[in-house]
Structures are given as structure tokens and as C-alpha cells.
């Protein structure tokens, strides 16, 4: 019972490094997407992908890029990191996006010094 | 544009205390209503989803209904175990996006 695992759980980054947030999901779900969630704020979209080979863009998608090869897997890059990017990122999935409950993973905590 | 508001921001409940959470919304028309639990270090875990005015859903000592302004989590006798964030969420109009709300802070004392 996997579900959504994401990798790695912890990081470091030195300001303008890039990186890659991995996230799969063994639910064979169409819709998957990353949040970000900052102490005070609600949980913010950042990308989302509605099928292997489509993706938008959320409401926070400044500095951050994705793709979706795969059904199973959607990785977040970070092209060049900023401290305003230290933020817990969560992935999550649904079987089509819509009225449908996301299933997230346990996070990634991402600290930009 | 979509808003969630969440009340009270943190509760601290006695065992047994029964209570209720609020999550008020402003949408354009709603496609669904989600609760999430989320324990510390951990992601947000799917509850409920209700989808309209009227609707209510139970899960043990969980209790979700759903106004065309809001929706109420009523925790009846609660354990420690039950202390966590519950999170709210809507997904309206065209969209994809879940907007959530920021959470309200349970804790259950023994």
C-alpha cells in the first residue's frame, strides 16, 4: 500500500542550487499535483498534471518546473533555489482531478540557506 | 476568487469534551468540500468529501455536514488520539486547485 511516496524526506540547499522533489504514485491516478505549505498559510498549488505529457501551472508557479513522462511519477525542479523557497512541498494524487479527494505523501522539507 | 476561513485557529478539548470545527467558504460554485486530518511531519489524510448543502458524512467519532457557507467538523467524545490539524478545503468552478483553509490545532487531553 504505497500510495504516494516522495523523496527524498529532508535537504539542504545552498541558494541557487537546483534540485529535483521526486513523487510517484502507484494508484495509476491521472491527476497529480505539488503544494507547498508555509507555517501560517494554507497548503498553496504550485504545478499540477492532468494526464502524462499535461501540466499547468498553480497559483505559486514561479521558479519551479515540471514535467510528467509517466502516469506514476511527477517531479518538481527547483531551477535555481531561494531561501523564500524553504517550505514543506507535498505531492498529491486523484483519479481525475475533479470532485475527486487527493491523496498526498508525507512531504519534503526543504531548507534554502 | 476562492476563500477558506477556519475557526477556532487551535481548540484544546478534555477527553469526552464533544466539540465542533468551522470552515466557512466564499466560492463560485462548488464542486466539493474536502476535510483532511494532518499529524505532525506527516501529509494531509483524506476524510470527507461532501458536495452539497445538506450532505453529511460519518467516520467513527466524525461527523461532517455541509451548508451553502460552510461546513462543521463535529468531534463527539473525543480521544487523544484525535489530537491533529484538520484542514478544509474547496474545489469550485473550473478548476482543478484545492484552496485550503489554514487549520485548526486540536488537541485532546487526557
Known amino acids: 500500500n504505497a500510495g504516494v511516496t516522495q523523496t527524498p524526506k529532508f535537504q539542504v540547499l545552498k541558494t541557487g542550487q537546483s534540485m529535483t522533489l521526486q513523487c510517484a504514485q502507484d494508484m495509476n491516478h491521472e491527476y497529480m499535483s505539488w503544494y507547498r505549505q508555509d507555517p501560517g498559510m494554507g497548503l498553496r498549488l504550485i504545478h499540477y498534471s492532468v494526464g502524462a505529457g499535461i501540466t499547468d501551472q498553480g497559483e505559486v508557479p514561479n521558479g519551479y518546473n515540471v514535467s510528467r513522462s509517466t502516469t506514476e511519477d511527477f517531479p518538481l525542479r527547483l531551477l535555481s533555489a531561494a531561501p523564500s523557497q524553504t517550505s514543506v512541498y507535498f505531492c498529491?494524487?486523484?483519479?481525475?482531478?475533479?470532485?475527486?479527494?487527493?491523496?498526498f505523501g508525507d512531504g519534503t522539507r526543504l531548507s534554502i540557506l | 476568487e476562492d476563500q477558506v476561513t477556519q475557526s477556532p485557529e487551535a481548540l484544546r478539548l478534555q477527553e469526552g469534551e464533544s466539540s465542533s470545527l468551522n470552515c466557512s467558504y466564499t466560492v463560485s460554485g462548488l464542486r466539493g468540500l474536502f476535510w483532511y486530518r494532518q499529524d505532525p511531519g506527516k501529509g494531509p489524510e483524506f476524510l470527507f468529501t461532501l458536495y452539497s448543502a445538506g450532505e453529511e458524512k460519518e467516520k467513527e467519532r466524525l461527523k461532517a455536514t455541509l451548508t451553502k457557507k460552510e461546513s462543521f467538523l463535529h468531534i463527539t467524545a473525543p480521544k487523544p488520539e484525535d489530537s491533529a490539524t484538520y484542514l478544509c478545503a474547496v474545489q469550485a468552478g473550473s478548476n482543478y486547485k484545492l484552496t485550503f483553509g489554514k487549520g485548526t490545532l486540536l488537541t485532546v487531553n487526557p
Open positions: 498529491a494524487s486523484s483519479l481525475s482531478g475533479v470532485r475527486q479527494p487527493q491523496h
